[in-house]
């Protein structure tokens, strides 16, 4: 004789005794004029939240691991929410600064550039720009950057800071070039 395992019988009778150990939990929950269950919400619960956009998530993991100094990890999660969306500026000068703090400026100042062309008021990408040039020995250029800044935030207190910084090696660099004496070309 052969006896079927699986079968709905089987089922139909692990449900039933699902269904009896539920009503017995129901049994013991106060119920309303109605005979309705009422439900007990504690005091501090709070809605769900929505679920969290992808993009936003690695944003913000990218954010906690450059607090906690992984900045390697930091591009890693920089690079994955660009992933998911290319044309995001802030992920773009996030991921800059993420490149300062390795001493990787062609990278740092790449990042702002293709932020810069996004959001070219973007202040965070001018500022981290202009470090990334200074750093390269782009005086000049980074200079630029900076009085653009400022014309964002003329207040800030770190960039006025760095504009004297700048300035001290533009002019040291030009006082270190070499004179060259440039003859006036005769009329013909």
Do not use: W
Not at 73 to 86: E, F, I, N, Q, T
Not at 130 to 138: D, E, P, Q, V
Not at 147 to 165: G, V, W
């Amino acid at each position: 004789m052969r006896v079927r395992v699986g079968s709905r019988a089987y089922g139909g009778a692990r449900r039933h005794r699902r269904d009896t150990a539920s009503d017995a939990i129901d049994a013991t929950r106060p119920r309303d004029a109605t005979g309705m269950n009422q439900t007990q919400v504690p005091a501090d619960a709070r809605p769900l939240a929505e679920p969290e956009n992808p993009e936003e998530a690695q944003r913000r993991l990218g954010n906690e691991k450059f607090a906690k100094g992984d900045y390697e990890g930091a591009v890693r999660s920089y690079s994955l929410c660009l992933g998911l969306k290319a044309r995001n500026h802030v992920a773009l000068s996030n991921r800059a600064m993420a490149y300062l703090k390795q001493n990787q400026y062609n990278n740092a100042e790449a990042d702002c550039d293709t932020a810069l062309s996004y959001e070219p008021d973007h202040f965070k990408s001018l500022q981290r720009r202009a470090t990334a040039r200074h750093a390269l020995g782009k005086h000049r250029a980074a200079a630029q950057d900076v009085m653009r800044a400022l014309r964002i935030e003329p207040s800030s207190k770190a960039l006025l800071a760095q504009r004297q910084r700048i300035l001290a090696a533009l002019r040291s660099a030009a006082a270190d070039a070499p004179f060259v004496s440039v003859r006036a070309a005769e009329a013909s």
